[in-house]
């Protein structure tokens, strides 16, 4: 690998990072620059030549993750870009190595991202852990007669009842995003895409909304195309159905992103629906301790296993962890103590897959991912496993 350095970016910067994004993800150089400069400098990560010159750079966005019912801190990767005079020397790898190491030294518990690569990502820890599907129901079989009492447009900012009425939702659901202010904005508006947003309220209270943008097709009629949809109760997302329904003149299917099961999937009468897979995502555990004491479990679980994990790029979180678990939280011990308990061995990357709920520890040892004596697999298993398929509607 050539000599490179790597460190923070600088406004200075920004024209020399918007050439590599726009370079990267072929996007026309005046929007990658203001991608760039949008966000500010902060989350922003380079390498650079002896002279200074960034080759290569990532952006952080810090947001979190909902594991167990609880917002988990979780730093989001996006815009991994080399230039391509300097590809296939190393520079990508440097600096997600040096990128991992500086988040898990700061205590940050996860970081996920979608990849393009996924070799890549993997040699510093990451592990596919979820998707994102896209859901398709023909309007014919959108079947929900079911009429809210009030509507209102909603204004294209996002809003604190919204954001309450998303909250109650997500967290419902292993890997939803808890969403920052950069997730946020791209539900609204995204590119040239404008979604309007449409909610049901009661009592002033938001109980339901989407955004949703009427694409026109050839034929004049309409695809209705949702950026996001959430409710409270199993009556508001019949009514959100029933607002939607009332489009079926003109439009014949809706689409959103979700995961392979869906509330919505359950509500209509025939199984008349398409999910297809958009992407996995991948998950990095960076700090095991705070990512396991973090997160939620059952209420009614009450078990104890040890992990022994390996970690070739933050050698610092290798060794044993004692998992106690009791009253729906964790606590976390490190090093040996007392008996040793069950105990499965696994590197990083089993430890992302097992701890989304994205396979069971049996199905992750068949991986080669985890292995363990039978016991502290069951109870690992029991722990860490997801109500659904972990699944993110986001993408970033
Ligand atoms: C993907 C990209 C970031 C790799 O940068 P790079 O500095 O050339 O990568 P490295 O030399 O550090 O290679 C590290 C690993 O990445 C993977 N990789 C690199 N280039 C790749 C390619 N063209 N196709 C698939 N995998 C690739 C390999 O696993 C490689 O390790 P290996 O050679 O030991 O198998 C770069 O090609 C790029 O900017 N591409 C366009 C934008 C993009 O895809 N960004 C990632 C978005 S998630």
């Known amino acids: 690998m050539q000599t490179a350095t790597y460190g923070p970016a600088a406004e200075a910067d920004y024209p020399a990072l918007g050439r590599l994004i726009a370079l990267a993800f072929a996007s026309p150089l005046d929007g990658a620059v203001a991608w760039i400069s949008n966000q500010g400098p902060a989350g922003l990560r380079v390498m650079r030549d002896a002279g200074g010159t960034p080759l290569a750079c990532l952006r952080r ?3 979190g993750q909902y594991f167990g019912g609880v917002s988990v801190p979780m730093t989001g990767i996006a815009g991994v870009a080399v230039a391509p005079e300097a590809r296939g020397r190393g520079l990508a790898l440097a600096m997600m190595r040096r990128c991992m190491q500086e988040a898990a030294e700061a205590g940050e518990a996860l970081s996920c991202l979608y990849a393009s690569t996924q070799t890549l990502y993997r040699q510093v820890g990451y592990e596919q852990a979820g998707h994102r599907w896209t859901i398709r129901i023909g309007m014919a079989h959108l079947d929900v007669r079911c009429r809210a009492r009030s509507v209102t447009h909603l204004p294209p900012k996002d809003t604190a009842p ?3 009425c998303y909250a109650a939702f997500a967290r419902r659901f292993d890997g939803m995003l808890d969403r920052p202010p950069y997730i946020w904005d791209r539900i609204a508006a995204w590119r040239d895409k404008h979604y309007d ?13 989407c955004f949703m943008r009427q694409v026109a097709k050839d034929t004049g009629r309409q695809t209705l195309e949702l950026s996001d949809l959430a409710f409270d109760s199993h009556g508001s997302m019949l009514a959100l ?3 939607l329904a009332d489009f079926a003149s003109m439009a014949d299917e809706i689409t959103f992103h979700a995961g392979p099961i869906h509330p919505v999937l359950m509500a209509v009468s025939q199984q008349r629906y398409t999910v297809t897979l958009k992407e996995p995502w991948l998950l990095r555990i960076l700090r095991p301790d705070i990512a396991i004491a973090r997160r939620g479990y059952r209420p009614g679980l009450d078990t104890e296993f040890a992990i022994d994990l390996s970690d070739d790029t933050i050698p610092g979180n290798s060794g044993r962890y004692r998992v106690r678990i009791r009253d729906g939280r964790a606590e976390v011990g490190r090093g040996s103590s007392g008996s040793p308990g069950p105990s499965l061995r696994c590197g990083v990357r089993g430890l992302a897959a097992l701890y989304s709920g994205y ?11 985890i292995d363990g004596d039978a016991e502290a697999l069951a109870r690992a298993g029991a722990a860490f496993a997801a109500g659904s398929p972990p699944w993110m509607t986001d993408f970033f």
Do not use: H, Q
Request: overall charge negative; proline content about 3%.
């Open 61 to 63: 966005i810090e947001m």
């Open 162 to 164: 919204v954001r309450d």
């Open 197 to 209: 947003g449409w909610a049901l309220t009661d009592a002033g209270r938001i109980t339901a909304y």
């Open 241 to 243: 159905l029933g607002f």
């Open 359 to 369: 396979l069971a520890p049996e199905a992750l040892a068949l991986c080669g991912l």
